[in-house]
T-cell receptor, first 115, second 115 residues
Framework: DTGVSQDPRHKITKRGQNVTFRCDPI?????LYWYRQTLGQGPEFLTY????????KSRLLSDRFSAERPKGSFSTLEIQRTEQGDSAMYLC?????????????FGEGSRLTVL | KNQVEQSPQSLIILEGKNCTLQ??????????LRWYKQDTGRGPVSLTI?????NTKSNGRYTATLDADTKQSSLHITASQLSDSASYIC??????????????FGKGTHLIIQP
């Protein structure tokens, strides 16, 4: 499978715990995005990388959220001191700047439930 | 403020029937508009892209239209099948080359096909 993969697919945690999600983009894609989606809503932008550089971060993102893409390949999204309001689907997407189509290829998502 | 409004919010139709989903946007400048299909618990998948000069584009039983003057798009599904049950998300881009800051997502239309 050469699509975008995310791990874990599901995570249940207690309030106050830290969680980390991993995303492996399509190998030739240099752009990587994190989105959050709650029930009945469209994806909400969190942050965006071009290669290893984090070019944009949503103002809605609290300091408890941090994302890295150290070698320009896979990325991690960490949420510290989770709150019940963090419960959502976390979607990763990748795209190719060279292809210049702007199409995003999404992973299956990581569903977080904070108890 | 750039906005993408989709209607209806949800729709239930019988298998075999046709339906049309609407997307109105205020994004400016405009580069392209994509329709994504999102199955429950999965990531969105691109169905079609409409650029400024395109009025109609078909992808199997899916036909998208774009009126750049009125800033409206529609997605018509012909002879619906049970597998069409999903959320359909309209995404408008300001830039042809992608990049997260140029994308505005709609909240989606939740379509249910009943046998």
């Amino acid at each position: 499978d050469t699509g975008v993969s995310q791990d874990p697919r599901h995570k249940i945690t207690k309030r106050g715990q830290n969680v980390t999600f991993r995303c492996d983009p399509i190998s030739e894609h240099n752009r990587l995005y994190w989105y959050r989606q709650t029930l009945g809503q469209g994806p909400e932008f969190l942050t965006y990388f071009q290669n290893e550089a984090q070019l944009e971060k949503s103002r809605l993102l609290s300091d408890r959220f941090s994302a890295e893409r150290p070698k320009g390949s896979f990325s991690t999204l960490e949420i510290q001191r989770t709150e019940q309001g963090d419960s959502a689907m976390y979607l990763c997407a990748s795209s190719s700047q060279a292809a210049n189509t702007g199409e995003l290829f999404f992973g299956e998502g990581s569903r977080l439930t904070v108890l | 403020k750039n906005q993408v409004e989709q209607s209806p919010q949800s729709l239930i139709i019988l298998e075999g029937k046709n339906c049309t989903l609407q997307c109105n946007y205020t994004v400016s400048p405009f580069s392209n508009l994509r329709w994504y299909k999102q199955d429950t618990g999965r990531g969105p998948v691109s169905l079609t892209i409409m650029t400024f000069s395109e009025n109609t584009k078909s992808n199997g039983r899916y036909t998208a239209t774009l009126d750049a003057d009125t800033k409206q798009s529609s997605l018509h599904i012909t002879a619906s099948q049970l597998s069409d049950s999903a959320s359909y998300i309209c995404v408008v881009s300001e830039y042809s080359g992608g990049g997260a800051d140029g994308l505005t997502f709609g909240k989606g239309t939740h379509l249910i096909i009943q046998p």
